[in-house]
């Protein structure tokens, strides 16, 4: 059975640029949910989908955004690049939810200059 | 956001002794104690988990002991091993699906 798998695995933006993010999940999953992983904050929620739904949202500002497909992969974007979003992108999925086995992806690396 | 303590920072043990990091929760919602283990350049791994009506799970080398009166969960390694030597996050989830991580407990094991 295929993991978690997201692409692309490196990439680098210029502050102001725009990116997104893609994720599919493991097959029979319905439930996605991204993170940010940087060494000063850790592994912070950024969002959770579910059957092309947003069910819970983190504490990020608006320009971080994210959306479901009918086959439940997920891409998450981000507009307006900083500095400060320079980080591991993680993706996670799970049958049900985020309270149940979850497995992360590769993760992508974002880097703004 | 954080709502999961994690100790220590970093860890140090022999080959063949004990390692054992420690989780402490706020939010008594909480339904769900995983652990991950991550490798440099990879995702989290699944490790481990356990839900609160349960007092200690072993799988392996791995052992989580839980305290529900306490808040608190932790991490046994038994027979630790180079290849333990990796980073372990503790984390909490909810109904409504919320999951915190811990800050990481950073792990050597010397050979």
């Known amino acids: 059975k295929a993991g978690v798998t997201q692409t692309p695995r490196y990439l680098i933006k210029t502050r102001g640029q725009q990116v997104t993010l893609s994720c599919s999940p493991i097959s029979g999953h319905r439930s996605v949910s991204w993170y940010q992983q940087t060494p000063g904050q850790g592994l912070q929620f950024l969002f959770e989908y579910f059957s092309e739904t947003q069910r819970n949202k983190g504490n990020f500002p608006g320009r971080f955004s994210g959306r479901q497909f009918s086959n439940s992969r997920s891409e998450m974007n981000v507009s307006t690049l900083e500095l400060g979003d320079s980080a591991l992108y993680l993706c996670a999925s799970s049958p049900v939810g985020m309270n149940t086995e979850a497995f992360f992806g590769q993760g992508t690396r974002l880097t703004v200059v | 956001q954080q709502q999961v303590k994690q100790s220590p920072q970093s860890l140090i043990v022999q080959k063949g002794g004990i390692s054992i990091i420690n989780c402490a929760y706020e939010?008594?919602?909480?339904?769900?104690f995983p652990w991950y283990q991550q490798f440099p350049g990879k995702g989290p791994a699944l490790l481990i988990a356990?839900?609160?009506?349960?007092s200690e799970k072993k799988e392996g080398r791995f052992t989580i002991s839980f305290n529900k009166s306490a808040k608190q969960f932790s991490l046994h390694i038994m027979d630790s091993q180079p290849g333990d030597s990796a980073t372990y996050f503790c984390a909490a989830s909810r109904a409504d699906n919320d999951m915190r991580f811990g800050a990481g407990t950073r792990l050597t094991v010397k050979p």
């Open positions: 356990i839900r609160p009506d349960v």
């Open positions: 939010n008594t919602a909480f339904d769900y």
